[in-house]
């Protein structure tokens, strides 16, 4: 089996909030084109470890490596090819899905103030381009017919539909999906899933997702990652995760507290 | 030495006046979240309903009495009218409707009183007293004892009463305060009329110096600084931050004021709030905010 | 304290009960907005139009500017002086308010202040600078106005939310200090009155009221396409993005500071070019003490009224604050049988512009504009129900 390079290494991250432990010299790596999970009951530091990599909080101690650089702030991410959703949804709330989409791929933009301002050549031209490719991924999303509405009145599942797009646009090599399908219908479920498997097979990106589904992680992840009370658990396929006694253990306590 | 005195205690002064009207304006934000830019018209709606009680012939206490029922009446039903339709409203909506209330109060002020300058008499002089090496009248000192009064009263009921801390907590998180079963529509009202009563002491006492008039309203925007710098979370902030500015722009007038033809008064305390907010985003005494993602 | 007025117009829910609520399935929508557009014939895109159609659009277009231009021949003298100079000069000034606090979210009440400094630079800059045009004076002047602007905005790098309004205020205050005490700006008049300048564009004299609302019209109609274009591109999505959440802008890859200094600047020119047009082409003089405080909320009333965040929003303010007083007058002398005393009027003008602010911002946020976009899809509902 050939050696795949990895994309993203974490090492020895650790965090606190107010002398509360978040996460505790957590290290690991995710290889190019995987599919890594990270699990754990809640409390357990999911969030903060993909808010560390996404550079909006920064750890007490450890670094973040991607592609063997050093990742620190949250701007640098967009240009490195890393795009993220939120738990909480971070949309753009008084634009439309169009425009959240497109803002998604706008860091590559070229054309300059003025020709912007005046539409000439190749602002005229980004724009275009700008508005087929997000076109295409909303068709992808099945959100087609929502171009045009404004991101804040929609339902909650397209909501997280939208966000997806928007990270998707850029074709990241790396997308950061926290907690993708929380709050959504058995449907909804099963529709999510099917586009993220899209998006990991047609644009290779390589995918990080924090997920509660349990049944969903088992099905979609080739890696997965157990962090329980900030400290990492186990971390392996998921057959050999799902019968560590240390996680059975963390998942039943969890229940009994 | 002595002059730079005067003109120190002369800025303290007038830090008192100041912090006496930003008290208003904090007793709100804790309250509702916003920044009541119609503060300034309720000082001045309050003071011209005073003022016109006592031309009328009523006596001090009545007079006193009477403007302060009208307050309470017209707090309650900003309140109700405007703020309670804006309970989801982002704090920039809000203020923006605090601006257009400012505006309804300064027409209707203006139309029921008249535009002329009022003078109001309290019976305390504002003459210097004599013997004092410093320029010090009873008037400065009767508003700096109310001040202290006001602010002792309201720092024990936020502490002590349940109104109080029903406030902090509603200040703190307005929805975790409704789980709690507070009252919310009553602690708004609560805390409006409170900053009605506020307005007409800050009413009172400065048209007792300056005398009653439209100006009013706009001096007391420097109330923003005042709460920028001290914080608008504590009173004792407040209390820092009226007497800072008060005698910091008084200083800069007197001591930069000549090399520049005079007038610095009108922006300083403003220019100052800003260098503050680049050094110090939450004031001297202010609490410091997370945010969690 | 992440969305702003438009966003929270537009979404009508309670954000922190959405962002708990798991499970939700649906906004609260504002009862009086049709949700979405679902339904209705779809607009297609200008690319996919008929050709037909896009010249059919070109004609309209070619037959509004000719309208607009000959719009002197058609109006009295009155209306174009005194109504609608001002409306171009103030929709303007609402454009550049618009793009600061309504795309980029960044509070400011300063939009007199950058109208006077355009005004004065316009000013100085035709005053001391031989024989040059007119236009480039006033671009000049939107220029200095700009870099105002900008560095008053700087602080918004390091401040966020309601506490950045202070910089504005320190700006107005500022400015009218600024050009009261120092005669050299004024060219050393008394209390610091500027007159205009003889208003000559390419060899044609435009001192009449007609030649005032070319003036005005040739400055706003191209400077209005040009802000459209950049609200409906990259800057303005990044603009609105700020706007909305500022941290996902910046994971998104938006250069927040950048963006916020542009708006800054941009709307800075705007307010500057119309402080020129306000000064020369409406008052024909003016003084600092008549760009203060009470002109910057003037401004921000119009653009609430109109509509946060939309282009055409300001020319309905601006349309609504210039025409309103004019009506009570008239209104008011056929009531009262004879001239009412203006003190009067114009407090009552406070009160309807306060009233008016606050039932825009409970009931419809996003303005008239809104309004009459709503009015329309309830019509085209109703038109395209079922037989």
Redesign the interface.
């Known amino acids: 089996m050939t050696e795949r390079a990895a994309l993203l290494e974490i090492e020895d991250v650790s965090l606190a909030f107010d002398g509360v432990r978040a996460l505790d010299h957590v290290t690991f790596r995710v290889d190019r084109g995987e599919v890594c999970a990270i699990i754990g009951p809640n409390g357990a530091g999911k969030s903060s470890m993909v ?1 560390v990599i ?1 550079g ?1 909080y920064k750890p007490a101690s450890g670094r973040v490596r991607f592609q063997g650089r050093e990742l620190r702030r ?2 640098e ?3 490195l090819g890393i ?2 959703t ?1 738990q ?8 439309t899905v169009l ?1 959240n989409v ?3 791929r ?2 590559r ?1 070229r ?1 300059s ?1 003025f020709e ?4 000439l050549g190749r ?1 005229a031209r ?3 381009r ?2 087929e490719e997000a076109d295409q991924i909303l068709a992808l999303l099945g959100i087609a ?2 171009r ?10 397209l909501q997280k539909r939208v966000e997806l797009a ?1 990270a998707l646009a ?1 074709r990241p090599k790396l997308l950061l999906l926290d907690e993708p399908m ?2 959504m219908t058995f449907d909804e479920k099963r529709d999510m899933c099917r586009f993220i498997v899209e998006a990991h097979e047609t644009l290779g990106t390589t995918l990080v997702l924090i997920e509660h589904d349990l049944a969903v992680v088992m099905d979609l992840s080739d890696h997965v990652i157990v962090l329980d009370r900030g400290r990492k658990l186990a971390d392996g396929p998921p057959d050999a995760v799902r019968r560590d006694p240390e996680v059975i253990r963390a998942y039943v306590g969890s229940f009994a507290d | 030495m002595i002059f730079f005195l005067e003109v120190l205690i002369g800025g303290l002064l007038a830090g008192v006046m100041y912090t006496m009207v930003a008290l208003g304006f904090v007793l709100i934000y804790k309250a509702s979240g916003v920044f009541n830019f119609a503060q300034g018209s309720m000082v001045l709606f309050a003071a011209l309903t005073l003022v016109t009680l006592l031309e009328h012939g009523l006596p001090l206490l009545l007079a006193f009495g009477a403007a302060l029922l009208v307050m309470l009446v017209l707090a309650v039903a900003i309140e109700r009218a405007v703020l309670r339709q804006l309970v989801n409203a982002p704090p920039m909506a809000l203020f923006l409707a605090t601006l257009g209330l400012a505006f309804v109060l300064e027409g209707l002020a203006q139309l029921v009183y008249g535009t002329q300058v009022h003078g109001l008499e309290i019976g305390i002089s504002d003459a210097p007293i004599r013997g004092l090496p410093l320029e010090v009248s009873k008037l400065d000192l009767f508003a700096g004892a109310v001040a202290a009064a006001l602010v002792t009263v309201l720092g024990v009921l936020f502490q002590k009463t349940r109104s109080g801390v029903g406030l902090r907590a509603v200040a703190d998180d307005p929805i975790a305060a409704l789980a709690v079963g507070l009252d919310l529509p009553r602690l708004w009202a609560i805390a409006w009329a409170g900053a009605g009563v506020v307005a007409l002491v800050a009413g009172l006492l400065w048209g007792a110096r300056v005398g009653v008039q439209f100006s009013l309203s706009l001096v007391v925007l420097k109330a923003l600084p005042v709460l920028i710098i001290g914080g608008f979370s504590s009173i004792g902030g407040v209390i820092a931050g009226g007497l800072l500015v008060g005698a910091s722009e008084k200083l800069a007038e007197v001591y930069v004021g000549p090399l520049v033809g005079g007038g610095i008064e009108s922006w300083f305390p403003y220019v100052l709030a800003v260098g503050f907010l680049l050094v110090r985003p939450t004031g001297l005494l202010g609490e410091r905010l997370m945010e969690r ?1 | 304290m992440s ?2 007025v ?8 309670d ?1 922190a009960a ?2 708990r ?7 609260a ?1 504002r009862k009086d ?1 049709p ?4 339904g209705l014939p779809r607009q297609p ?1 200008l ?1 996919r139009r008929s050709l037909a159609l896009r010249i059919a659009s070109v004609v309209a277009a070619l037959a509004a500017a000719v309208g607009l231009l000959t719009v002197p021949l058609l109006v009295t003298d009155y209306v174009l002086s005194a109504i609608l100079v001002p409306v171009l000069a103030l929709a303007l000034a609402g454009i550049g308010q618009n793009l600061i606090t309504g795309y980029a979210g960044q509070l400011s009440v300063g939009s007199a202040a950058f109208m006077s400094v355009g005004a004065f630079a316009t000013y100085d800059v035709h005053l001391h600078v031989p024989g040059i045009p007119l236009i480039a004076s006033f671009a000049a002047g939107g220029l200095v106005a700009a870099l105002v602007g900008l560095i008053f905005g700087l602080p918004s790098l390091r401040i966020r939310g309601f506490y950045l309004v202070v910089s504005t205020l320190a700006a107005q205050f500022f400015v009218v200090w600024l050009f009261t005490k120092v005669p050299w700006f004024s060219n050393y008049s008394a209390s610091g009155v500027i007159t205009a300048p003889k208003l000559v564009v390419a060899n044609v004299d435009l001192s009449s009221p007609g030649g005032h609302y070319w003036l005005s019209l040739l400055v706003v109609a191209p400077l209005t396409v ?1 802000a459209r ?2 609200v ?4 303005g ?2 603009w ?2 700020v ?3 500022e ?10 500071g950048r963006a916020k200094l ?1 708006a800054f600047a941009v709307g800075s020119f705007y307010c500057g070019i119309a402080g020129a047009l306000w000064a020369f082409a409406y008052l024909g003089t003016v003084e600092p003490h008549g760009l203060d405080l009470d002109r910057s909320f003037q401004v921000l009333f119009i653009v609430i009224l109109g509509g946060l ?1 939309s282009i055409a929003g300001p020319f309905v303010g601006a349309a609504f604050v210039i025409l309103l007083p004019v009506a009570f007058d008239q209104i008011g002398s056929a009531i009262a049988g004879g001239s009412v005393d203006p003190g009067v009027l114009q407090n009552i003008e406070k009160i309807l512009f306060g009233s008016l602010v606050i039932f825009i911002l409970v009931k419809q946020p996003a303005g008239m504009v809104r309004i009459v976009e709503n009015a329309w899809i309830r019509v085209a509902r109703w038109r395209a129900r079922p037989a």
């Open positions: 808010n996404s909006l949250a701007r991410l967009s240009g795009a993220r939120f909480n949804l971070a949309l753009f709330r008084g634009m425009e497109e803002l998604g706008d860091f933009g054309a103030f912007q301002a005046f539409r602002a980004e724009e275009r700008s508005r017919a929502h045009d509405d404004i991101v804040g009145r929609l339902p909650y599942g928007r850029p929380a709050g | 993602v | 969305s702003d438009t966003a929270w117009a537009s979404s009508d829910a954000e959405s962002a609520n798991a499970t939700g399935q649906g906004q929508v907005d949700p979405t557009r679902e895109a690319a040009l274009n950049l409906r591109g990259r800057v999505r990044g609105m993005a706007r909305d959440m941290t996902a802008a910046a994971v998104v890859g938006v250069r927040t542009l965040g």
